[in-house]
């Protein structure tokens, strides 16, 4: 048995052929489709980037204890399991936060790992001299903390330091990420009992393309520079907003190409009769829906929390036939593990996905996803409801037993005000740091807001429903959810929940 994860950074569902995106050509991905399961009702459940991440090791939930935070000792990690049991695991990826703080505990989890570095505002090429002046950045809002600009503007010099190294297009991360797992795929075709991750920081914002992507697209001339949307309300002009949208199509190309690189193999090799595929993301992102740009201060709209996700499994041997089930990123770890033969651990709370595949049968009536001490949804595939925190929400906490954030440690004075208490079920007899963290607020929403949709009248969410049937047992539910899930005391108190008979 062998298999093959594609996965992605800020992919939108809805710009992809399969899911009625028209917007751009992209061969590759209506390929895939015709070879795969494609499911319909995919849903992220932590966000953003690592948390996502962690559940793709732990396969259960992580902003309900935790932000940001690298891989715990007490946690189950999927590769590490296949490792242990004699499945060679290998990552290669370009996706910045593996090499912070944050991220420093994920790819040394599996057999051989390799990273190219260089997205974003990754710290990679050197310079003493003054900061450039980045003209593909959208304007910083004036009320920004002095702390943020400082981040913005360090950030983004470093950025274009990074772009003079991504002079052709095979030197651009992705290309050299993807090049990696083709030249894996080929020396390792032969052998059985492996699973290799293929895995791009794109199409992540900034939505630096090669220059071809753009001419094959758009006229250059007229496109403009602006490529790196802040995370703010829109403000921009329609030109300005449409120069942001045709960058990250152009970026969405580019991927559509990578993908085809690794299709072509599963042909050439006929991978097919023996090797799964899972092309998947962590999370989407807005691109002026709504009036926001990119994610996590806003509402969670189905832009940012409804994923695509593909799955090829030669066991199952179901392509081109779509899934309505719900299913979440915490059902990616089990649906390997059980693809492997290898025994699921207890703590993990997703669910392999073969029956899903083979017969659309359900694993889960509600999903829950969310931002740790921020937001938190639940839908049921139909409705969906948003909650923020209510006022005087009790105190948050971080539970952790690796106190960084993503780029940089817990700080002394946050240190200070940690406890060492009991444990959970899931961290396997080991007691954890407690330590306070401030409650989110997010942007458009007041203070225990509320924000009920029917997606299947209203998909593009535009007319908040106002029907407290639905709203009340969508509250039971996630009272059940935070119960099954060992949520803290705190996190009912956040949402309101706290008083329900579940």
């Known amino acids: 048995m062998k298999a093959v994860m594609v996965m992605y950074d800020s992919l939108r569902l809805d710009m992809l052929p399969s899911y009625g995106g028209q917007e751009v050509e992209l061969s590759n991905f209506r390929r895939l489709a015709e070879h795969t399961a494609i499911f319909d009702n995919s849903y992220v459940c932590s966000m953003p980037c690592m948390p996502a991440r962690r559940e793709l090791h732990t396969g259960r939930a992580n902003f309900l204890h935790r932000s940001w935070g690298p891989i715990e000792p007490f946690d189950d990690s999927m590769p590490e399991i296949l490792k242990q049991n004699g499945i060679y695991t290998r990552i290669v990826t370009d996706h910045n936060h593996y090499v912070e703080d944050g991220g420093g505990t994920y790819c040394t989890r599996y057999s051989t790992w390799e990273c190219n570095r260089g997205q974003e505002g990754d710290p990679w090429k050197g310079s003493a001299g003054p ?13 920004a903390p002095a702390g943020y600009r400082a981040l913005f503007k360090r950030m983004h010099g470093q950025d274009m330091l990074n772009r003079r190294a991504h002079r052709s297009v095979e ?6 990420t993807f090049g ?19 895995e791009t920081f794109d199409p992540h914002e900034p939505f630096d393309t090669p220059e071809g992507y753009i001419s094959r697209l758009f006229d250059p001339d007229r496109l403009g520079e602006l490529d790196w949307p802040p995370y703010a309300p829109v403000t921009e002009s329609e030109e300005e907003i449409a120069c942001f ?4 199509l152009a970026l969405l190309s580019f991927c559509d190409d990578c993908l085809g690189r690794v299709l072509d193999e599963f042909d050439r090799l006929d991978l097919w009769k023996d ?10 992102y807005m691109l002026s829906e709504h009036g926001w740009w990119s994610k ?22 179901i392509r081109g ?34 029956d899903v595949i083979l017969a ?14 921020g937001s938190v949804n639940i839908t049921d595939g139909r409705y969906k409801l948003m909650l923020t925190a209510v006022k005087d929400a009790p105190q948050q906490y971080e539970y952790t037993l690796m106190p960084t954030h993503m780029r940089m440690r817990f700080d002394v004075e946050e240190m200070r005000k940690a406890e060492f208490v009991e444990g959970f079920g899931f961290t396997k007899g080991c007691g954890v740091l407690r330590i306070p963290c401030a409650t989110k607020k997010v942007a458009g929403m007041p203070e225990g807001g509320a924000l009920l949709f029917d997606l299947e009248r209203d998909p593009h969410e535009t007319r908040p429903l106002q029907d407290e049937a639905v709203t009340a047992r969508l509250k039971k539910a996630l009272g059940a959810l935070l119960k099954e899930n060992e949520a803290p005391e705190e996190v009912y108190g956040l949402y309101g929940v706290e008083g329900l008979d579940i």
């Open 171 to 176: 030197e651009y991360p992705q290309a050299m």
């Open 321 to 354: 036939e779509h899934r309505r089930s719900l299913v979440q990123t915490i059902d990616l770890a089990p649906t390997l593990l059980d693809y492997f033969g290898v025994e699921i651990p207890k703590d993990m709370t997703g669910k392999s996905l073969k």
């Open 275 to 284: 090797t799964m595929l899972i092309v998947n993301t962590d999370h989407g």
């Open 245 to 248: 949208r045709n960058h990250y």
């Open 131 to 143: 900061v450039p002046e980045n003209p593909h950045s959208g304007a910083l809002s004036p009320k």
């Open 360 to 373: 659309d049968t359900p694993v889960r009536e509600y999903a829950v996803f969310g931002f740790h001490a």
């Open 180 to 198: 990696q797992g083709v030249e894996f795929i080929r020396e390792n075709a032969q052998y059985d009992n492996w699973f290799l991750q293929i």
């Open 296 to 317: 996590g201060i806003m509402p969670d709209y189905q832009e940012i929390m409804h994923t695509p996700l593909f799955i090829w499994d030669p066991r199952c041997k």
